[in-house]
């Protein structure tokens, strides 16, 4: 397996605009978390998905912020619309049957909103 | 409020030193994890600690999870330069709303040749 596979890697936008962040969780993982990273806030947990069901959005900071999962290979993050103070590393992760177990993360998507 | 308590936030020390790292909380966990970040990259996890009082070793890294299982450190013996990078520590709590994988700030380690 290709591991956990986010795009893009990186996304310059500016104020304003629609931005789609977008995750495949290794095959057969149950659970896929959202997190955001800055030097600031640390990494946060923004929503996490078990089996395509939201289990708990509370870590989203405001109603721009959505997340969906239409079908075990793929979740999107969308931010509408952005502004500066949501540029940050933007990571997905799966995990396989039970939070006790290992944690894989994507790369990350460096946002930048201008 | 940040849940996990990680310290020092950085870190610099010269090749074949010795350190240590904590995390720490007030609340229990049923569990705690250790990651590794590069820059660039996702966290790596390095350990899961299950047991109040575990003491688990991974080469050079040496990690115990508190008798309470509210805290936790990482101690590394004669630091290399591969050790540089972030480490955090992550937990899921016990009781009343079990959020999962809960992660700290972080100490960002330098380790110079």
């Known amino acids: 397996d290709a591991g956990v596979i986010q795009s893009p890697r990186h996304e310059v936008t500016e104020m304003g605009q629609e931005v789609t962040l977008r995750c495949k969780p290794i095959?057969?993982?149950?659970?896929l978390f959202w997190y955001r990273q800055t030097m600031m806030r640390g990494l946060e947990l923004l929503i996490y998905?078990?089996?395509?069901?939201?289990?708990?959005d509370s870590g989203m900071p405001e109603d721009r912020f959505s997340a969906k999962m239409p079908n075990a290979s793929f979740s999107t993050l969308k931010i509408q619309p952005s502004e500066p103070r949501d540029s940050a590393v933007y990571f997905c992760?799966?995990?396989?049957?039970?939070?006790?177990?290992?944690?894989?993360f994507g790369q990350g998507t460096r946002l930048t909103v201008v | 409020t940040q849940l996990l308590e990680q310290s020092p936030q950085f870190l610099s020390i010269q090749e074949g030193e010795n350190l240590t790292v904590y995390c720490n909380s007030s609340s229990v966990f049923s569990s705690l994890q250790w990651y590794r970040q590069e820059p660039g990259e996702g966290p790596v996890l390095l350990v899961t600690?299950?047991?109040?009082?575990e003491v688990k070793k991974l080469k050079r890294l040496t990690f115990q999870f508190g008798d309470a299982r509210k805290d936790s450190s990482l101690h590394i013996t004669a630091a290399q330069p591969g050790d540089t990078g972030l480490y955090l520590c992550a937990g899921d709590i016990v009781a009343g709303g079990n959020t999962p994988l809960v992660f700290g700030k972080g100490t960002r380690l330098s380790v110079i040749a």
């Open positions: 992760a799966s995990i396989l049957g039970s939070v006790l177990t290992e944690a894989f």
């Open positions: 095959s057969g993982h149950d659970y």
């Open positions: 600690v299950v047991t109040g009082g």
């Open positions: 998905f078990n089996n395509n069901v939201p289990i708990d």
